[in-house]
């Protein structure tokens, strides 16, 4: 019963036999062989978008800040939310790409940022100058790390004020699969046709091995990024490993199809943690994350069953007498089995 992290999960049988086809024979190396180039053009035929650049890394936390460092100078500043992963979880590497790039918080609720936030965020923050530094860009988490999503409407309205003051816009698409799901739109129509400048692609999350794509709509952004990955060591040498990831993943759908099981896993769970007295769902569910606040007593019967998430925020006691909060996350090959057994233990 692993509910703490989309991470735990395997590699789904089409992609491992991609990866076992790729092992065959001699191959040029650093993405310069056949798979890689039906892999890019593959991402460029799903997201409509014939001209982009598209990169393969080995982690999210590269895709993100490299494709920062692309998009803001040390002097820049770059809004995201008070939550946002680049913020909380890579450990200044955003900063270290981009040699020194600030990190501007814009607060909200659920994960998300408002138009109206942004905008205080910008006028508080003030107008390029040499004293303050200069607005360079906006990420956006979708779906959020809070389980949330973005609608390509609120990407566009966001993007467009972001543009009238100069800045551009990248997105930490982590769970953008999971994102697509749930709205049911296409993923240009959440990306480029919205405003986004370059999107870091997550499929390690959501079925494959290890392997993110930066996607940059804007191809005259490409030779640098190729310098940029190359110096951050996440140019691989055996290339075609990466890329074959990604060509299994996008085939027939198969990406869409983990990711709304995983949301639909999660969906579920927080049905069945709702039906107890005491509990409440703390946020929305619209993707793979469930947010709950559980008695003590149910919280120290799932434990004691096996039951593995995280406590959210951090600092709780995992003993006491109060009520405990909690995040659940569901992956793609989350067994029913385990969430029957789950709810069950609480009863």
């Known amino acids: 019963m ?43 035929e799903v997201f409509e978008a014939p001209d982009a650049s598209v990169h393969f890394v080995m982690s999210g936390t590269a895709a993100n800040a490299l494709s920062l460092s692309l998009l803001a100078p040390g002097w820049g500043k770059i809004y995201c939310h008070s939550d946002a992963h680049i913020q909380t979880s890579e450990t200044g590497s955003p900063e270290f790409f981009t040699g020194g790039a600030k990190l501007l918080l814009v607060p909200g609720d659920d994960g998300r940022i408002t138009p109206a936030a942004l905008s205080r965020a910008l006028a508080a923050n003030g107008r390029d100058s040499v004293h303050a530094g200069a607005n360079m860009a906006l990420s956006l988490t979708n779906a959020t790390e809070w389980g949330t999503v973005y609608d390509p409407a609120e990407v566009a309205t966001l993007s467009a004020i972001a543009r009238e003051m100069g800045l551009s816009v990248h997105m930490d698409g982590a769970r953008f699969a999971n994102a697509l799901a749930a709205l049911q739109v296409s993923p240009a129509d959440l990306t480029w046709r919205a405003g986004v400048d370059i999107l870091s692609l997550g499929a390690t999350k959501n079925g494959c091995m290890g392997v ?22 996440q140019l691989a040498s055996k290339h075609r490993y990466l890329s074959a990831q990604i060509l299994a993943w996008l085939e027939g759908g198969l990406w869409l199809d983990l990711a709304g099981r995983a949301n639909a896993t999660a969906a579920e769970l927080a049905v069945g943690l709702a039906a107890f007295p005491g509990v409440s769902i703390d946020q929305k569910v619209q993707t ?5 606040t559980l008695p003590r007593a149910l919280h120290d019967k799932a434990r004691a069953a096996g039951a593995q998430y995280h406590l959210w925020p951090h600092d709780q006691a995992e003993d006491g007498d109060e009520p405990v909060s909690i995040r659940l996350v569901a992956g793609w090959d989350a067994d029913p089995a385990d969430v029957r057994a789950f709810l069950s233990a609480l009863a």
């Not at 991470?7 to 991609?18: E, S």
């Not at 990866?19 to 798979?35: C, F, H, K, M, W």
């Not at 793979?288 to 709950?292: K, L």
């Open 2 to 44: 692993n509910f703490a992290s989309d991470n735990a999960g395997g590699v789904h049988p089409r992609v491992m036999a991609a990866l076992a086809a790729a092992n065959e024979g001699q191959v040029p190396s650093y993405g310069t062989d056949r798979i890689t180039r039906a892999a890019q053009d593959r991402v460029r």
């Open 212 to 233: 993110e794509a930066v996607v940059i709509f804007d191809p005259e952004k490409a030779e640098e990024f190729e310098f940029r990955r190359k110096r951050g060591g």
């Open 288 to 292: 793979n994350a469930v947010f709950a």
